[in-house]
């Protein structure tokens, strides 16, 4: 078992994100296929997908849902934190022998991710999180910037001989919403 990531165990968290689709079966095909996140229950419609029996993402059929308007507050993206950097490797090895589309991979310093966006419009972040005594400070802030991703050294985490992705990892969570 793998520990909880630090942004499950400090003071305020997202435990869920509840989402308004046009086509709830599809995007939860989509979010079980790309995400890896399981089916967990279904209840007055509402279809709940997560990670180990922890839900994670509630999809709201709503037909009548417009697609958001780009320029206008709102989601911009949920974002998934792995337990670890080798399974943010496992699934780039997933993505890509699934050609999987990404719009973007990231170093944060404090974390390495990929964005992607799912059918409906709604942005998605896969990440994991650096350890927290590996960030480094500037000052009393933490230093965090937008570099460019080292993928090979992301996917060289991944153990030889490894099994692969097998879905989203027990202990992934929602790790925050932009």
Do not use: C
């Amino acid at each position: 078992m793998s520990e909880l990531p630090f942004a499950a165990t400090t003071p305020v968290s997202v435990s869920r994100v509840g989402l308004k689709a046009r086509d709830a079966e599809s995007l939860a095909a989509y979010y079980r296929a790309v995400v890896g996140l399981q089916e967990l229950s279904r209840a007055d419609g509402a279809i709940v997908l997560g990670a180990a029996n922890r839900p994670l993402l509630v999809l709201e059929p709503d037909s009548s849902a417009k697609p958001d308007d780009p320029r206008s507050a709102g989601l911009f993206h949920t974002a998934f934190l792995l337990p670890s950097r080798a399974d943010l490797g496992r699934w780039i090895n997933y993505a890509a022998a699934n050609r999987i589309g990404i719009e973007g991979a990231s170093d944060h310093l404090v974390s390495e991710a990929l964005y992607l966006t799912d059918p409906e419009g709604n942005g998605i972040e896969i990440y994991s999180d650096r350890r927290p005594q590996d960030w480094k400070w500037n000052g009393d802030h933490i230093a965090m910037a937008t570099e460019r991703l080292n993928l090979p050294a992301v996917v060289g985490s991944v153990p030889a001989g490894d099994a692969g992705w097998q879905g989203a990892p027990e202990n992934t969570i929602v790790g925050h919403v932009h």
